[in-house]
């Protein structure tokens, strides 16, 4: 009788954990930090201000756990889409947008998207963010220690109907030592109706000479989405490496019943990373990697001192990771391992009920939601070779599950999680 009593109260606890925590809902899926832009001039010159279909929201206030801040939606903006983007946030969130509410983030460290075509009018409009005070999801962030209520970069953004969701890159080297490029666009529609669009597409070199272009017409039933895949081949000395960091350019635009309605310019550096016996390799050759650990807001003005010091590569630390970090590392020929923000050190490393979460199954889909949505947010960025897990976590279900989903997006990148003691779950992958 002892016995039955202790195995339901093992699954009453379960279940109480369960209940506790909240799981994210009305979010996009994540995707790579794209622009939108009205024109192809200003698509070209790349301007990271602001424009017709994209505008920063700024001049937030702050009241307690609540940050709000206004916004305009002009009459060009009629019957298209309306997207918000929070580059991050200080805690587990709910967004509302005019006192309803958008949907709800249990992982702030990462960028979100919310579509609030339906929620906005023209003209004048309110967006609140309200932190979640009771936060269970704080268990996985012991890095934090009484956070305020912040937001990063807030960008407030207009698509078509039909319109590109996202950007996908694989590069494969062949025999001949050159590589073949397989370039994804993924379209989306918001539409309850079947909608045709007809996707224009340019690749370009570092030198501005077109490697490939193209259109491809596409029909999406209800909300539906699809990928439009195409080939380029790659000289092998302009693939990305430490030593040369030039990106391609990827040009996109759509096109309903003869209107061109968003225009994209995306930079695409191609390169092969993979972890071989331990040891990383970048297009097929061998590097040693020199790790320095820093925070995902790590001033870019001191790389060029890291590098001086010797160190090729960084490590992130778990938190929030800024996009001009990343986009400089591209452009220095910098690696960098991005970090999960998945932290449970205070919980201690106890693998039985009331341990650490990383073996309680009721937190299975919080650990994986977070492992997907570093490696979604920062996919794109070549100088991203690795990808870990959690840190100073322990080790136990929620990460073998997490290990196994992120193996099915077929990414050549390892997977690791250091504190793994000899356990399968981890790509091996050599650092000093």
């Not at 919310?114 to 967006?127: A, F, Q, S």
């Not at 963010?129 to 407030?156: C, F, H, M, Q, Y």
């Not at 947010?377 to 599950?401: R, W």
């Amino acid at each position: 009788m002892r016995i039955i009593l202790s195995i339901i109260a093992l699954i009453s606890f379960g279940t109480a954990v369960a209940q506790e925590y909240t799981p994210s809902f009305g979010r996009e899926l994540p995707r790579s930090a794209i622009r939108i832009y009205p024109t192809a001039a200003e698509a070209a010159e790349q301007g990271g201000t602001g424009n017709r279909y994209m505008v920063p929201v700024a001049a937030w206030e702050a009241d307690g756990n609540r940050l709000s801040a206004s916004f305009t939606v002009p009459f060009v903006w009629i019957n298209r889409q309306v997207f918000l983007r929070l580059g991050w946030v200080s805690g587990a969130y709910e967004v509302r947008i005019n006192g309803r509410t958008a949907g709800y983030d249990a992982d702030g460290n990462v960028p979100a998207e919310y579509n609030i075509t339906k929620l906005v009018e023209e003209g004048r409009n309110r967006v609140e963010i309200l932190l979640d005070e009771s936060n269970p999801a704080a268990v996985l962030e012991s890095w934090k220690e009484n956070p305020r209520a912040e937001t990063g970069p807030a960008w407030v953004i207009s698509q078509p109907t039909l319109h590109v969701r996202d950007i996908l890159s694989r590069t494969r080297i062949g025999e001949d030592g050159d590589a073949t490029a397989e370039i994804g666009i993924v379209l989306k529609t918001g539409s309850l109706n079947p909608r045709t669009s007809r996707i224009y597409y340019t690749l370009l070199s570092p030198s501005g000479n077109t490697v490939t272009t193209g259109s491809r017409e596409i029909t999406l039933g209800m909300r539906r989405e699809d990928t439009v895949r195409f080939l380029a081949r790659i000289p092998y000395d302009s693939l990305w490496c430490d030593t040369l960091t030039a990106p391609y350019r990827l040009q996109l635009k759509t096109q309903h019943e003869g209107r061109y309605e968003e225009y994209l310019e995306q930079p695409l550096a191609f390169r092969t990373a993979e972890a071989e016996q331990g040891r990383m390799t970048i297009n097929g050759r061998p590097v040693a990697l020199k790790c320095r650990e820093v925070p995902g807001n790590y001033a870019p003005s001191e790389l060029r001192k890291l590098r001086g010091e010797g160190y090729n590569t960084l490590r992130l630390l778990p938190g929030p990771v800024a996009e001009p970090l990343l986009d400089s590392c591209d452009r220095l020929g910098l690696y960098v391992i991005v970090q999960a923000p998945v932290d449970t050190r205070r919980s201690g490393d106890s693998r039985r009920v009331g341990g650490n979460p990383t073996n309680d199954p009721a937190w299975r889909e919080a650990y994986i939601e977070r492992a997907l949505d570093s490696y979604h947010t920062t996919k794109l960025h070549p100088s991203v070779i690795a990808f870990s897990l959690a840190i100073q976590s322990a080790n136990g279900i929620n990460l073998y599950e997490s290990y196994l989903k992120v193996k099915e997006l077929h990414e050549s990148r390892p997977f690791i999680y250091p504190d793994v003691e000899g356990e399968w779950n981890s790509d091996k992958l050599l650092t000093e």
